[in-house]
């Protein structure tokens, strides 16, 4: 069978466990010349039908993940020791190219076909070791389903706490489910800081902190020109910082003030109707955008810039800005809206009593209690901005220049980032593992702005509650 049929299978056999389990437990729970019926057992019946379902479906997939993951490795290393001497002394890579192309035979069936007797035995050799791994998988994955449901079947008893016993496998899944997130965001950080060290092993850190020349392209040998090989970062960071505080600029007023009427002034009518339509902006895909920026906005801009006197290049900081601005709206607006709306109406009506006026409620005590949420709307559009790619390369180009005028052209992190690494890339140069170096400036800038936020939110959350 292959993994598809057997999943089916045990799902089959999974409910087949549950109502088996349940009907177990209601004949048990009143035993020959006694009373009580269901009264008599420690959980609900249901609860027993999951117990024999984990029983019969926990050691199962265990053990089909387990064979999957290791079955490509196993069959291969049987099927190498079934070379030749002369074979097997090969290099790794020799032997790891010939696997392919005997994985690749015994996949096609045209195993008969082939001329080199040697290839042709060692595909004969891989398709029956696959074949009685997959008859010997199959095999012991239903033994072992139906021997835990059998055994669930048999611990089923009046007394058994079920319930307790389900709760714990819950509880554990659930920490699972929390550990696997944990794990792979420390792999990422880990596989970033690994790569980052071999980067700063061939540049050194103080070129690539507090260089003002970008320019990645290094030498493949010693008389080629137009590779400089230069680091520095600071061009990078400064075009990041510009367009997403470009963004924030207009994002944060326009998206608070948005939600500050449709939470306070605006009927129930017209914020049904209002908001779904100011969400509708952030799922618009971002080459949507930026076909926007480069097609209407910067020409708007170049020309109402050539219009007063001002020098505009064709790509522009501001033209991003703008339209990124545009994009984290929702992400302002939405979020604020939500944490305004829960500020509890007693706070109104205490300010109203005092004498307060709308907008005085409004300043004085609905925004600062809801200033976390706020500051986490903020947070939220502020990183959504510093990750943007697609709009900076069709609206704000690739040159690196360090400048903080934003009618010239710059670019960001992310951008370089995907211009490294697009194409076949050899990760043992200083221009590949530059990326890497990259993301790491960029995780940490997104570490302070959470350590910032985290702050504010601490201080008025002690202050308000």
Request: proline share 4%.
């Given at each position: 069978?292959s993994?598809?049929?057997?999943?089916?299978?045990?799902?089959?056999?999974?409910?087949?466990s549950?109502?088996?389990?349940r009907?177990?437990?209601?004949?048990?729970s009143?035993?020959?010349?006694?009373?009580?019926?269901?009264?008599?057992?420690?959980?609900?019946?249901?609860?027993?039908?999951?117990?024999?379902?984990?029983w019969?479906?926990?050691?199962?997939?265990?053990?089909?993940?387990?064979?999957?993951?290791?079955?490509?490795?196993?069959?291969?290393?049987l099927?190498?020791?079934?070379?030749?001497?002369?074979?097997?002394?090969?290099?790794?890579?020799?032997i790891?190219?010939?696997?392919?192309?005997?994985?690749?035979?015994?996949?096609?069936?045209?195993?008969?076909?082939?001329?080199?007797?040697?290839l042709?035995?060692?595909?004969?050799?891989?398709?029956?070791?696959?074949?009685?791994?997959?008859?010997?998988?199959?095999?012991?994955?239903?033994?072992?389903?139906?021997l835990?449901?059998?055994i669930?079947?048999?611990?089923?008893?009046?007394?058994?706490?079920?319930?307790?016993?389900?709760?714990?496998?819950?509880r554990?899944?659930?920490?699972?489910?929390?550990?696997?997130?944990?794990?792979a965001t420390?792999?990422?950080?880990?596989?970033?800081?690994?790569?980052?060290?071999?980067?700063f092993?061939?540049?050194?850190?103080?070129?690539?902190l507090?260089?003002?020349t970008?320019?990645?392209?290094?030498?493949?040998?010693?008389?080629?020109?137009?590779s400089?090989?230069?680091?520095?970062?600071?061009?990078?960071?400064?075009?990041?910082?510009?367009?997403s505080?470009?963004?924030?600029?207009?994002?944060?007023?326009?998206?608070l003030?948005?939600?500050?009427?449709?939470?306070?002034?605006?009927?129930?009518?017209?914020?049904?109707?209002?908001?779904?339509?100011?969400?509708?902006?952030?799922g618009?895909?971002?080459?949507?955008?930026?076909?926007?920026?480069?097609?209407?906005?910067?020409?708007?801009?170049?020309?109402?810039?050539?219009?007063?006197?001002?020098?505009?290049?064709?790509?522009?900081?501001?033209?991003?800005?703008?339209?990124?601005?545009?994009m984290?709206?929702?992400?302002?607006?939405?979020?604020?809206?939500?944490?305004l709306?829960?500020?509890?109406?007693?706070?109104?009506?205490?300010?109203?009593?005092?004498?307060?006026?709308?907008?005085?409620?409004?300043?004085?005590v609905?925004?600062?209690?809801?200033?976390?949420?706020?500051?986490?709307?903020?947070?939220?559009?502020?990183?959504?901005?510093?990750?943007?790619?697609?709009?900076?390369?069709?609206?704000?180009?690739?040159?690196?220049?360090?400048?903080?005028?934003?009618?010239?052209a710059?670019?960001?992190?992310?951008?370089?980032?995907?211009?490294?690494?697009?194409?076949?890339?050899?990760?043992?140069?200083?221009k590949?593992?530059?990326?890497?170096?990259?993301?790491?400036?960029?995780?940490?800038?997104?570490?302070?702005?959470?350590?910032?936020?985290?702050?504010?939110?601490?201080?008025?959350?002690?202050?308000?509650?």
């Open positions: 069978m993994v598809q049929t057997i999943l089916i299978t045990l799902f089959a056999l999974l409910i087949f549950f109502f088996i389990g009907k177990r437990s209601i004949a048990v009143t035993p020959v010349g006694k009373t009580g019926g269901r009264r008599n057992l420690h959980s609900r019946p249901h609860y027993y039908g999951y117990m024999v379902a984990i019969a479906g926990i050691p199962a997939l265990l053990i089909l993940a387990l064979w999957t993951s290791f079955n490509s490795s196993i069959i291969s290393s099927t190498v020791s079934g070379l030749s001497d002369s074979l097997q002394s090969q290099s790794k890579d020799a790891g190219l010939m696997m392919n192309e005997v994985k690749n035979l015994a996949e096609s069936g045209n195993i008969a076909a082939e001329s080199d007797p040697v042709r035995n060692a595909a004969s050799h891989y398709q029956r070791l696959q074949g009685i791994s997959t008859l010997a998988k199959t095999v012991i994955v239903l033994v072992v389903s139906l835990g449901m059998l669930g079947w048999r611990l089923i008893s009046p007394k058994m706490r079920a319930r307790n016993k389900v709760e714990t496998v819950v554990w899944a659930m920490i699972l489910c929390s550990s696997i997130a944990i794990l420390v792999g990422i950080v880990f596989s970033v800081l690994f790569e980052s060290v071999h980067f092993k061939a540049v050194p850190p103080s070129d690539f507090f260089g003002t970008w320019s990645p392209q290094t030498a493949l040998r010693e008389d080629q020109v137009g400089s090989g230069s680091f520095g970062a600071i061009p990078l960071f400064v075009g990041t910082l510009l367009i505080a470009i963004a924030l600029i207009i994002a944060v007023p326009l998206g003030m948005s939600a500050i009427y449709l939470s306070e002034y605006a009927g129930k009518r017209f914020r049904s109707v209002a908001k779904p339509v100011l969400e509708i902006l952030a618009i895909p971002t080459v949507v955008y930026g076909f926007f920026a480069a097609l209407t906005v910067a020409p708007f801009i170049r020309h109402w810039g050539e219009a007063i006197g001002l020098s505009v290049a064709s790509e522009s900081a501001l033209a991003a800005g703008l339209v990124m601005g545009i984290i709206i929702p992400f302002v607006s939405s979020l604020s809206d939500d944490v709306s829960a500020v509890p109406q007693s706070m109104r009506d205490a300010s109203y009593g005092m004498g307060a006026t709308k907008s005085e409620t409004i300043r004085q609905i925004i600062p209690a809801a200033l976390p949420g706020i500051v986490g709307g903020v947070l939220l559009a502020a990183s959504r901005a510093i990750g943007e790619t697609m709009i900076v390369v069709m609206a704000a180009g690739l040159s690196a220049k360090l400048t903080i005028n934003p009618l010239e710059v670019t960001t992190v992310t951008v370089q980032i995907v211009t490294i690494l697009t194409g076949d890339q050899e990760f043992d140069s200083p590949t593992l530059a990326a890497f170096a990259l993301a790491l400036g960029l995780f940490v800038i997104t570490l302070l702005l959470n350590y910032v936020a985290l702050h504010i939110i601490r201080k008025y959350r002690e202050q308000y509650e």
